[in-house]
């Protein structure tokens, strides 16, 4: 399997700032995506992350809202801008390893509390 | 809205006893599903997965049913354990390799 490391774990933030997420992969993988937690709640796809070009985003997730990097095949970043109280979620990154027959993998996500 | 939907948000099994988790979907073009077991603080974590042209996979104490039909699938627990408590999520992958999770169903084992 993948290993996922998302940074930070854990943030408290303050309302009207912005927050960025790493997401690092121990392998080269094919896809990357982010996923958003709300509390209680399932989980729903914010973008796909693609390897040197912008993201693609679901709807009712825009850019510039959470802009996405991903410089090559095993970072990605996802900024959560301008927060407000109802950002507070889990963030979370997803990886898609062909060689292992398309398995998708979850880090173990970064919990936002904005106040 | 979600195409993926579980029956029942909360199950209480007893030790021992085998669980039964199930799962409508209303695509009936999806082709590949995966379910993920997510403990609290933690990130889902893979389970078992199957594809359309298959009715059964079965795996480590699970087994995953896939019923076309009806549009159905459910997750078999034998022996439930206290280390099976947690969230279970089906997943149904819409388009290379993006999910659309259900709503979860708490699983609660009783000692």
């Known amino acids: 399997s993948a290993v996922i490391s998302q940074k930070p774990s854990r943030d408290i933030c303050q309302r009207g700032t912005s927050l960025t997420i790493q997401c690092q992969v121990d392998?080269?993988?094919?896809?990357m995506f982010w996923y958003r937690q709300q509390p209680g709640q399932s989980l729903t796809l914010i973008a796909t992350?693609?390897?040197?070009?912008?993201?693609?985003?679901e709807s009712g997730f825009v850019i510039d809202k959470f802009p996405i990097s991903r410089p090559n095949l095993t970072f990605s970043t996802l900024t959560v801008s301008n927060m407000s109280p109802e950002d507070s979620s889990i963030y979370l990154c997803?990886?898609?390893?062909?060689?292992?027959?398309?398995?998708?993998?979850f880090g173990e996500g970064s919990r936002l509390t904005v106040l | 809205g979600e195409s993926v939907g579980l029956h029942l948000p909360t199950l209480s099994v007893q030790e021992g006893d085998n669980s039964i988790i199930n799962c409508a979907y209303s695509?009936?073009?999806?082709?590949?599903f995966i379910w993920y077991k997510q403990e609290s603080g933690k990130g889902p974590q893979f389970i078992i997965d199957?594809?359309?042209?298959?009715d059964k996979r079965q795996g480590q104490r699970v087994t995953v049913l896939l019923n076309k039909t009806v549009k159905h699938l459910s997750l078999q627990i034998a022996a439930t354990q206290p280390g099976d408590s947690a969230v279970y999520f089906c997943?149904?992958?819409?388009?290379?390799?993006?999910?659309?999770f259900g709503a979860g169903t708490t699983v609660t084992v009783r000692a």
């Open positions: 997803s990886v898609a390893v062909a060689l292992l027959g398309g398995e998708l993998f």
């Open positions: 392998s080269q993988v094919t896809m």
């Open positions: 992350a693609n390897q040197g070009s912008e993201a693609t985003y």
């Open positions: 695509n009936s073009a999806s082709d590949y």
């Open positions: 199957i594809r359309s042209n298959m």
């Open positions: 997943a149904e992958n819409m388009d290379d390799y993006k999910l659309s």
